[in-house]
């Protein structure tokens, strides 16, 4: 909320800040549709890091993952669970 006369913080933000607090609501977004895909693992987005992390929920190493972008992650995820698979047989 505002008062009359003042500016609201957003709009007082630089356009390139604007531009790196828009993709960072983007970035969470897709964390977030992350978690719901893969509900066996943690996945945020690191803002200061600028990079996606995921932790599994099973037991598997490496215990945490990074990556720029969505699909390097999701490949990262695959090779772990991979040989978590290979293990319970």
């Known amino acids: 909320m505002t008062t009359p006369g003042t500016i609201p ?5 630089s356009p390139s800040s ?3 607090g828009d993709k960072d609501a983007a970035c969470k ?3 977030a549709q992350l ?3 893969h509900q ?3 996945v945020i987005w690191a803002a200061r ?6 932790r599994p929920l099973f ?3 490496p215990r945490m993952i990074a990556a720029a972008t969505p699909g390097e992650l999701i490949a990262q995820m695959r090779q772990v669970r991979q040989p978590a698979r290979t293990r319970r047989r």
């Open 59 to 61: 037991r598997a190493a």
């Open 9 to 13: 913080a957003d709009a007082q933000a």
């Open 49 to 54: 890091k600028g990079e996606y992390q995921a």
């Open 40 to 42: 066996r693992w943690v």
């Open 35 to 37: 978690r719901r895909d």
């Open 29 to 31: 977004r897709t964390a």
């Open 18 to 20: 604007r531009a790196a």
